[in-house]
């Protein structure tokens, strides 16, 4: 008899993004495996372990997590924002690929949610409302030189950018490498989003044009959307600006 | 005194995989515009009006909510999954821009979903566990030929693709010649996904290679996935097989 395994996101951080579904997941489980923070965006009753661990060991965190499944404990590993994008289902996945043969009878249940570039479009209006792309920064995982090329790719085709993963005390020059990276191919009055913690009380947004965007701006919680040639911002009086990208595309635009 | 006006998404479909933020919305507003499907998946009051309208009018919807908020309604503008992706935010946005400097006042609150492709890729595994983009296939709104131009290079740039809007009666062709332009670029073996109605009772997941993709086994309510080259599948005794794509690129891969 084993345990099941649910992968959740809870959200950007705010409770009411988070879905019923993830709730009742958490509802549902007595260990917890994920980073700190985003565990502590639970109300676990005394029942509810936590078993929490550092935001770079998500392999081992998710062996830990199927071990316990596996001896029958119904687990829930838990990400911010979406648990499939740049998160814990795909360390899940892996995990199982070169783990024992038991793992894979597993009852995995993998809950979506709202991921931080939907909450900070959301903010700011819809820039995220044409062809977009979401691209780690996060040079642990892939060669710098990849991620480099795939920027240079993805805004040479017209998409819209979202940056996860953007700075970090151990990565602090990717971002302003990305910038200049972009600076090449896009022009200098592109829209760039600078999203900190949205929805939650120390959200903060910032809009720059490319030409002065300033990588200071980023840190580990911030998400940063570049828009593409056909993002456009509208004043608003005594209201912060909106920024979107039109869903249509004039004939001769490429 | 104007009103509010809400852009939100009710997600997939399943009531657990709407937002809180999203139900409280709902509640605080009085008349409704949207695609009767996506309406229709609220319980609204007796004194809450639906104003449904055709799925390709979005501007004018847009238009005509805006004009009932400036005249000081509580109006709700809603999207199946999440607002900003292909959906009614951009359309907001667009009419702001273009109509009277008071739309521009209006009290614009944009409430961020779980867009198709997440609820999908969740039902799968973790086939967005990596670079990622979503690509709408209208090409109602764009030149095909963009179109083409932007699966190639994502493809060549190792992004897992998205398909929004994948086929319709009046677009049947586009997904198959899809493919077609994929398969130049890509394996033969790499998997796509067809997630239907994902969380619905109407639910359809099918994998199949890149190879032997199918056109025919989409529809309207389908969000094809395409993985890239380091997309892998887990086959699983009597369960799903998983599909998962590595957070890890191995250095030499591009």
Redesign the interface.
Known sequence: MTGKLYVIGT?PG????????AA?AVEASTEFFGYFPYIDRLALRPDQVKVASDNRE?LNRAQAALQRAAQGVNVCVVSGG?????AM??????A??AGPAEW??LD?V??????AM??V???I????????????LSDN???WG?IE??LR??A????VIALYNPISKARPWQLGTAFEVLRTVLPAETPVIFGRAAGRPDERMLVMPLGEADAARADMATCVIIGSPQT?V??????DD?V??????A?G??
Chains 1, 2 share one sequence.
């Open positions: 959200g705010n409770p009411d993004q988070m879905t019923p579904e009742r998500e979406d648990p499939g994008v740049f289902a795909a360390a899940v996945c892996e199982i690929d894979r009878d995995l993998v809950v979506p949610g709202v991921t939907l909450a479009a959301a903010r209006g819809a820039p995220l409302g044409h062809d977009f792309c979401a691209i780690s995982l892939k060669p990849v090329k795939r790719m993805v040479e085709a017209g998409l456009r509208i004043a608003r009086d005594g209201k909106l979107y990208t039109p869903r249509f595309l004939p635009a490429t």
